[in-house]
């Protein structure tokens, strides 16, 4: 079953995450921060098929550094940065991520995902909603 990593750290946004994923037929690991998040992913060998982080959460790293870090390790991972937060920056320049700007759509979303994750032999995909 495909694996997701969301960090989130607003908890309503974070369950609806995990529900709208689990529904999709993925296993989800969900965390407040993006702290919390990396140190699952530095010890998940590679195991992840994507990660979603918020832009701009509480900890000593922000979805931004937490996508440099994963493109350092794990330079395939497919990775969505989501945010009310976004115009005029240019800090994703050269991290190859999706980007969808909050308020989003459940279809909205799931078209974003399914850019980033084309289905395994074998294994769900994500749905365009």
Not at 24 to 41: I, M, N, R
Not at 54 to 70: E, N, Q
Not at 89 to 101: C, E, R, S, W, Y
Request: include cysteine; glycine fraction near 8%.
């Amino acid at each position: 079953m495909p694996l997701i990593v969301i960090a989130e750290d607003e908890r309503s946004i974070r369950e609806l995450l995990v529900e709208i994923f689990e529904d999709e037929g993925h296993e989800v690991k969900a965390f407040p921060c993006a702290d919390d998040a990396w140190e699952y992913l530095s010890s998940s060998d590679g195991q992840v098929d994507m990660v979603l982080t918020d832009f701009s959460m509480p900890g000593d790293i922000d979805g931004i550094f937490l996508a440099h870090l994963i493109r350092d390790r794990f330079p395939d991972l497919p990775i969505i940065i989501s945010s009310g937060f976004l115009e005029g920056t240019n800090d994703f320049d050269g991290l190859n991520v999706a980007v969808i700007p909050k308020p989003w759509s459940v279809s909205q979303l799931l078209a974003v995902c399914a850019s980033m994750t084309p289905a395994k032999a074998g294994q769900p995909g994500i749905s365009k909603g």
